[in-house]
């Protein structure tokens, strides 16, 4: 039944393919098959009217010499026509760049966001309460960044104790309220370009510092302002209050003053190694540049316009990896780690070493989370901000200064040396380098190219490409005609075989 389907759907598809090429005979055959001394006529005057140079110099010459010289001359000059277009078309095809640099000098520039937080992350006295939450703290770090974490650490038995009797507690919550706070007591002066600002202007931020804030931030008003004199921008008093706020040596905390970052005000901060730090009884003047850097999309760059992330308005490399992350494991333990995007459950402690750390180890080991190229799962911003820094210090306060807040801030001379902080950040110069990756060669660029060089070895135009499409064109119909109507006429009127004579007189004789 089913072969016998399928032959009946078969058998009109043949009919129909049959009838088509019934219609295109019976077209051709009402157009007459040129003689051939008109067909030889058509090719005459196709050499002598066409705008291909050279030509007409082949026909017109009755030299046998010249007409070698000039057909040498023809086919050398497309032999180089063509190897010439196709190394043009090869090099496009390699998808080839070039790379501007351009200075912009403005009236007005853009002042980036700036993310701080204190070398020391913790309240003493929830510190001292739950000791344990450095140690809590270090594996959380550690995983997230990769690195190695062992169950034989002198505090992981205390941690894992800490946790059974505290099945609710969240590293979180602990570290939001007990972590380092920005207010009256710990920013003691703010100046943005001559205007007072405070700690309302700054936006709350975690990162593997704790408690980080945010000074004009993508959300905030001061985003929409703009510097217009350099030399000028943001003064912050900091107020470290190491009597308040301590970290645990033993892990490497040993430095006590204020870290922070200059970054996009649509990007996510990322201290961990792209940290400036200034130290206590320090005067930090940073004078910045706005560096903008702008990637081709694939295939000429890397680039992927296309990809959105779910967790930033703004996609930069960094947030996508930590998003890649933060899925795979949620995925694989159901939870959402600290310092990871996401809106899952938070992963407790036993997590982070039972499921958390073997899935970045898998991540690590298949390539899950990979970054740069246009195939990966990351590939580059394509515009992206930066702000390379310059840093310099001084002591603070001087001597006078140091009676003047001593007495200002009702404390002693050393607690105001061992505790204030002193950052300037300023605008070298108003103007910004733009680092742009271009095509080298456009589609225009190309035609123009390759329409060179037709005119300059064949004087040939895009008029003398459809004069020679249009004489291939009329010469193909020619040969359809042909073969279509002539050839079958004339296996039709050829005698026939040898063995069909003979099987005829074998009839005849019956």
């Not at 007409?67 to 090869?90: A, D, F, H």
């Not at 792209?274 to 940073?286: C, I, N, Q, T």
Request: aromatic residues 10%; hydrophobic residues 35%.
């Amino acid at each position: 039944m089913l072969n016998l389907r399928m032959e009946q759907t078969e058998k009109p598809k043949a009919s129909a393919e049959k009838g088509l090429l019934e219609k295109i005979k019976l077209c051709l055959s009402k157009k007459p098959l040129p003689s051939p001394t008109e067909r030889k006529k058509f090719d005459h005057d196709f050499a002598i009217s066409t705008s291909f140079h050279g030509v007409h110099n082949i026909v017109h010459n009755q030299s046998k010499i010249r007409k070698l010289i000039w057909s040498v001359i023809v086919l050398g000059s497309v032999s180089l026509v063509v190897w010439q277009i196709y190394s043009r078309l090869v090099n496009y095809f390699t998808w080839p760049t070039t790379t501007s640099i351009e200075v912009q000098y403005v009236e007005k520039i853009e002042f980036p966001a700036v993310t701080f937080c204190n070398l020391n992350r913790f309240r003493t006295e929830a510190a001292a309460k739950f000791g344990v939450i450095f140690f809590l703290w270090n594996i959380v770090y550690k995983v997230v960044h990769l690195q190695e974490i062992r169950s034989n650490y002198s505090g992981f038995k205390d941690a894992t104790d800490f946790l059974e009797s505290h099945q609710n507690f969240s590293i979180t919550e602990f570290v939001k309220k007990n972590g380092f706070y920005l207010n009256n007591r710990t920013l003691l002066e703010c100046n943005f370009f001559g205007k007072p600002c405070g700690p309302q202007d700054f936006a709350h931020v975690f990162t593997e510092y704790g408690n980080c804030f945010t000074f004009n931030h993508g959300e905030n008003i001061q985003a929409k302002e703009k510097v217009s004199v350099s030399g000028r921008g943001l003064s912050l008093l900091f107020n470290v209050n190491q009597g308040e706020f301590t970290d645990d040596p033993a892990l490497g905390f040993v430095d006590a003053g204020i870290i922070f970052v200059i970054h996009s005000p649509k990007k996510v901060p990322q201290i961990d190694g792209l940290g400036l730090s200034s130290p206590v009884g320090m005067h930090a003047r940073v004078t910045i540049r706005q560096v903008k850097t702008v990637h081709q999309e694939h295939p000429w760059g890397e680039c992927n316009p296309n990809i959105k992330l779910q967790n930033f308005s703004t996609y930069s490399t960094s947030g996508c990896l930590k998003e890649c992350k933060a899925q795979h494991i949620q995925e694989q333990c159901g939870c959402v780690p600290y310092l990871l995007p996401g809106n899952g459950i938070e992963c407790d402690l036993q997590k982070f070493y039972n499921c958390v750390s073997p899935t970045l180890d898998l991540i690590e080991l298949k390539g899950l989370c990979t970054m740069g190229t246009h195939n990966s799962s990351c590939p580059v911003s394509c515009e992206e901000t930066e702000y390379p820094a310059t840093i310099s210090y001084s002591t603070f306060p001087s001597q006078n200064a140091l009676k003047y807040l001593s007495k200002k801030l009702n404390q002693s001379q050393e607690y105001i040396r061992e505790n204030l902080v002193n950052i300037e950040i300023n605008y070298s110069d108003l103007n910004y380098k733009i680092t742009q990756q271009q095509k080298a060669v456009s589609v225009s660029e190309l035609l123009a190219d390759v329409g060179g060089q037709l005119g300059l070895f064949c004087g040939a135009s895009m008029i003398t490409i459809i004069e020679i499409i249009e004489y291939i064109f009329t010469n193909f119909y020619w040969i359809c005609i042909l073969f279509l109507l002539k050839i079958p006429k004339m296996t039709q009127g050829a005698p026939p075989p040898e063995h069909h004579l003979e099987k005829r007189n074998h009839i005849e004789e019956c």
